[in-house]
């Protein structure tokens, strides 16, 4: 029997623990303890992911949250180290790029015990992304990096990890599986006119006064050609709240995965800063605007089914109403054959 810890915390990271746990548990020989450091806390930020997903409750919730990035992800390695002492795991898996991604590997490493970073090898190339911190320090620990593109695996690559002594491989992306196995659960909207579906959280366009402006300004005047329907993130709310800047949009509280998938089905475009919305567009072979400099998803704007915008209101505007007009087909095969768990359940055990 092999004693798998999972740490997560962020809402991408219940998205993409969901199918590797179900798989996991139906393992004979794998038992897995899920440790919830806190990050995000709010029911439908975390507890509805785990009840739609059927995701296992967490042995440990440790609420860490609402702290600096240093108060924050010294806080985990504590209290994820004293739980990785007592269950001496034979295993640490984390996701993604979130302050739970990095203190949970660095618990775990320094006891050595071995850590599989699941959607390892990507890079912005932006040092100054908080993510790209915790993805390039998560993957210089880690035992296992399981890649979901050729270009994370080209990355590590270039970054001298032949040399290490590591096992890396490309098992396609688990968001891929999330998005097959719950497309029929999928919950369509409420409404029936056309809309775009806009998501924007990231640090870097949230917390410029400047940037946040231009972007609800570009999305007030596209609001006024096509409904824009946002699930908005509390950290947005947060700092439009502290701007005084209004959303004449649709603005809906943050919705749970069925509800993400049935708006992706239906929506005309997507418009986002989010890592896993930009792939999940391409899933639905919807056209998509990135509200960045750069992306680690490069193979979507090679193949022209995604465009990074500046936060210019007008090269928004100009870009949304382009990509209405484009039509996208999952074509490439670009983010595996959806059974990336399984491949990375062989690979540990
Ligand atoms: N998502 C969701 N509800 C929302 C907004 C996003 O379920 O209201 C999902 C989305 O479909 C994707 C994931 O959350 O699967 C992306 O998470 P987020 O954008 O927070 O993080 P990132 O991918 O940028 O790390």
């Given at each position: 029997m092999k004693n798998i810890i999972t740490i997560l915390g962020a809402r991408p990271q219940f998205i993409k623990a969901a199918t590797l746990s179900k798989a996991l548990d139906e393992h004979p020989e794998a038992q897995e303890i899920l440790i919830h450091t806190g990050q995000h806390f709010d029911s439908n930020m975390s507890e509805i992911f785990f009840n739609q997903m059927s995701i296992p409750e967490p042995k440990y919730n440790l609420a860490i949250n609402n702290l600096g990035h240093g108060a924050m992800t010294g806080e985990m390695l504590k209290a994820t180290e004293k739980i990785l002492l007592d269950e001496k795991p034979d295993l640490v898996v984390v996701y993604g790029d979130?302050?739970?991604?990095?203190?949970?590997?660095?618990?775990a490493t320094k006891l050595h015990i071995p850590v599989a970073h699941v959607e390892a090898g990507l890079r912005s190339f932006n040092m100054h992304m908080p993510e790209e911190i915790n993805r390039i320090l998560t993957d210089r620990i880690s035992s296992f990096l399981f890649?979901?593109?050729?270009?994370?695996?080209?990355?590590?690559?270039?970054?001298g990890f032949k040399n290490f002594d590591v096992i890396i491989k490309n098992v396609g992306d688990v968001m891929f599986d999330a998005c097959r196995t719950f497309?029929?659960?999928?919950?369509?909207?409420?409404?029936?006119d056309p809309f775009i579906l806009v998501t924007?959280?990231?640090a870097e366009n949230t917390n410029d006064p400047s940037k946040l402006k231009a972007i609800v300004e570009a999305l007030n005047i596209l609001h006024q050609e096509i409904k824009v329907v946002i699930p908005l993130h509390p950290r947005t709310a947060q700092y439009l709240k502290k701007y005084?800047?209004?959303?004449?949009?649709a603005i809906v509280e943050p919705v749970g995965y069925l509800e993400m998938l049935g708006m992706l089905q239906k929506a005309k475009a997507i418009v986002t800063?989010?890592?896993?919305?930009?792939?999940?567009?391409?899933?639905?072979?919807?056209?998509?605007?990135?509200?960045?400099?750069?992306?680690?998803?490069?193979?979507?704007v090679e193949c022209g089914a995604n465009i990074l915008s500046s936060t210019n209101t007008a090269e928004i505007v100009q870009k949304v109403r382009?990509?209405?007009?484009?039509t996208i087909s999952l074509n490439p095969i670009l983010y595996g054959d959806g059974h990336?768990?399984?491949?990375?359940?062989?690979?540990l055990l």
């Open positions: 979130t302050n739970s991604t990095l203190a949970g590997a660095l618990a890649c979901p593109t050729e270009a994370a695996i080209n990355n590590l690559h270039n970054e497309a029929l659960k999928a919950k369509p909207p409420q409404f029936s924007i959280h990231r005084g800047l209004t959303l004449k949009c800063d989010s890592g896993g919305l930009q792939k999940e567009a391409y899933f639905h072979s919807k056209s998509c605007v990135t509200i960045r400099d750069q992306t680690e998803w490069v193979e979507l382009y990509s209405l007009e484009k990336a768990v399984d491949k990375i359940v062989n690979l």
